[in-house]
């Protein structure tokens, strides 16, 4: 059996920089035609300047022409609306975070009060530039998104004309918020399809599958899938592939992210296979994503088929990807 | 300010065998003057001679008169009124495990099928021998110990005789459980007292917090506090100590265990203290389960004061202790 698909994008990636970006960009550039690419270094990517040079060293590592970095800008409220129009042609969104609920997140948003965020916010409805969000609060872990919901509605009330992207959901309240407002929209991970906190911590502990947010119950994981089977018109994909060195996650304060990125469409393959639902791949790898960013990313079909694929245990013999040394049904024939 | 405990008693902990039973139990030895030490070493502790011998290696590593090792034996539905009625002599309870929840448990029980468990727990009852219960179903992790509390309402009602003994209690489900039937008594855990999911998982992974059953929420952590503050007259302190070396827990597949002896008596003070409670805790550790086990230790004089304790790195070159590298406000002054 044989999938080929178009143009696969990822909406949710991390690069990071330096030794982590030589290894990461090459193996996203291989599969996927282009990648929404996170704002959070240190320091965190909030001018001009820093875009486009982050580009420059991603596009160089990727070493790939056929792949697209869609940059982003780490949020900040004292943005101008004169920054924001001159900035708007090297990136495709802003991402916010909420001060210190994820990796790199110090410099994100304290409180949300709409008075101090509304002048960028609008802005940004003005200049059709997208929202991003990190949607979580700093209460108890398998809360935090829920709690959060209400700052999405408020947000989407309150700029109907502003995409508002809920990033890496992985509840079924944001899943069901979705069709609450005309402008909020998710991306959805693959490690969020496959797992739950079973998996992190319900038999030994495993750091590979320790992210942000975390792996939340099976009924949030079952409404994810239902969303991403069927290719919900809102829902992209969007990996959040992280990759950290073996030994910050094989150790005490490992550090939050599974890296997913060389597997991704191998897996998806598999999970929408299993469920009957290869149909809709295209849809959640690509075609939602085009039509909510209003992108042409250039050409590129991936072709897999079903037959056995071993993970590799490392990637540039530093990261752990998610299924190291175990089987995959699906293998990518060729991209290009 | 200084407090003098009187018989300081541990109602679950984990010795296990050679090199962690080398360093564990002087360590036990020193601060407590008796411990109900679980059975599950591989194989388990199922016979009389197995009883015996293990404690033989305890009191050998102990090296200290005034500890004495309270014996469990592991539940199995095949035991004999005859067996029990010869090995009554030699232990204090019967551990019950359902098999497969955790460290060592794979010869636990299948299922929970009153008729098979009927004649065990009946001659248990007549013998007057305590069951104690690692109460989890194989459900999704933040739900496995309520699901399991219909299980322990059957046997309390059908076994009304039987002093049950609900472990390690991680919720308010169990905290509210305990007061419906009389025949129901819990441990509670120092670890459980201090620490919710949060703080395995909500910042960075901490491996050496990750224990069975794992840390629930806010207001379970809350339920357990108020029961252990006013020292409920059916709850008695019960560490869950576990040693493994340090390679075991930071590493993928890290084992669940968290090693408090050494430092649980001077951290309960703290907690106590801090809580205005400080009246209450030698019922905690030691009074109740006097009355619940009908046990007489050996005379031991425990005085803690209130002076800054460095919690050391390692214990034995090898075990973590919770704290560790920490500080907290009681230290031991003498023992004996």
């Known amino acids: ?28 550039a291989e599969t996927f035609s282009g990648a929404l690419v996170m704002p959070n270094l240190v320091p965190p990517v909030t001018t001009q300047e820093a875009v486009v040079a982050y580009r420059e060293r991603i596009l160089g590592c990727a070493k790939n022409s056929s792949f697209t970095p869609y940059m982003t800008l780490f949020f900040r409220s004292d943005y101008t609306p004169q920054f924001l129009e001159s900035v708007k042609e090297d ?7 909420p001060a210190g609920v994820t990796t790199n997140s110090d410099g994100g948003v304290e409180g949300f009060d709409l008075i ?4 960028v916010l609008e802005a940004m409805s003005e200049l059709q530039i997208p929202l991003c969000v990190h949607g979580e609060t700093g209460g108890f872990v398998m809360d935090r998104e829920s709690e959060f919901i209400p700052i999405y509605e408020k947000l989407a009330k309150n700029f109907p004309d502003l995409k508002i992207v809920m990033e890496h959901i992985t509840t079924k309240d944001a899943v069901e918020a979705l069709d609450r407002y005309e402008n909020l929209y998710a991306t959805i991970t693959l490690h969020h399809l496959y797992i739950t ?13 320790f992210c942000k947010p975390i792996a939340k119950r099976p009924e949030d994981r079952a409404a994810l899938l239902q969303a991403a089977l069927k290719a919900h018109p809102k829902v992209m994909f969007g990996s959040d592939s992280a990759p950290h060195p073996r ?3 094989e150790a005490p304060g490992c550090a939050a992210g599974v890296f997913t990125a060389p597997i991704a469409l ?10 009957g639902a290869l149909d809709n791949l295209q849809r959640f790898v690509s075609d939602n994503a085009k039509n909510i960013y209003s992108i042409n990313p250039p050409k590129k079909e991936v072709v897999l088929e079903k037959t056995a694929y071993l993970v590799p245990e490392m990637y540039g013999g530093s990261v752990v990807p998610m299924f190291a040394g175990g089987t ?4 990518v024939v060729s991209a290009g």
């Open 1 to 28: 059996m044989v999938i080929a698909l178009n143009e696969p994008l990822d909406r949710h990636l991390h690069l990071r920089d330096e030794k982590m970006l030589e290894i990461g960009a090459p193996l996203s």
């Open 197 to 209: 906190l079973d998996d992190v911590a319900g038999g030994l502990l495993q750091p590979h599958l």
């Open 266 to 275: 191998q897996a998806l393959a598999q999970l929408f296979d299993k469920h």
């Open 91 to 97: 990136i495709l969104a802003i991402k916010l975070y």
């Open 328 to 331: 995959l049904e699906w293998r």
């Open 116 to 119: 101090e965020l509304a002048p």
């Open 247 to 249: 030994e910050a996650k």
